[in-house]
C-alpha cells in the first residue's frame, strides 16, 4: 500500500525559510520522479518543483524558481523541499506525489496521478 507522509510545514513570516520533507513508501521508488504540489482554496493543484528519477532533471515553477529547492535521498524514499524568502503568497497546503514519468508527474492534478492517492499534506503559512 502507498504511502506518502508529508511534514516540515508551519508559520513563518515572510522572508523565512522552511524545509519540507516528505517519505514514500510501499513501493520502491528510485526509479520514479518525485515532486512537491500546492493547493489552496478553490483552486487547482500545482506542482511547484519536481525532480527526476536520476536527480539530474529539474522542474520549477516559475514563481518560486532561485527561492526553492528539491532533492532527493533515494535510499530513504525521501524527497526534500527547501523554500526560502517565503512570501505569503507561498501560503498553501503542499502535497508530495511520484510518477514514472517526468512530464506526467509535473501535469499530475487532485484527482489525476499515476498513483491514485495523496497524503495528507502539510500546511504551510507565510505571514506579511
Known amino acids: 500500500q502507498v504511502q506518502l507522509v508529508e511534514s516540515g510545514g508551519g508559520l513563518v513570516r515572510a522572508g523565512g525559510s522552511l524545509r519540507l520533507s516528505c517519505v514514500a513508501s510501499g513501493r520502491t521508488f528510485s526509479a520514479y520522479a518525485m515532486g512537491w504540489f500546492r493547493q489552496t482554496p478553490g483552486k487547482e493543484r500545482e506542482c511547484v518543483a519536481a525532480v527526476g528519477w536520476s536527480g539530474d532533471r529539474t522542474y520549477y515553477l516559475d514563481s518560486v524558481k532561485g527561492r526553492f529547492t528539491i532533492s532527493r535521498d533515494k535510499a530513504k524514499n525521501t524527497v526534500y523541499l527547501e523554500m526560502n524568502n517565503l512570501k505569503p503568497e507561498d501560503t498553501a497546503v503542499y502535497y508530495c506525489?511520484?510518477?514514472?514519468?517526468?512530464?506526467?508527474?509535473?501535469?499530475?492534478?487532485?484527482?489525476?496521478?499515476?498513483?491514485?492517492?495523496w497524503g495528507q499534506g502539510t500546511q504551510v503559512t507565510v505571514s506579511s
Open positions: 506525489n511520484a510518477d514514472r514519468y517526468f512530464s506526467a508527474l509535473i501535469t499530475s492534478t487532485s484527482t489525476h496521478s499515476e498513483l491514485g492517492y
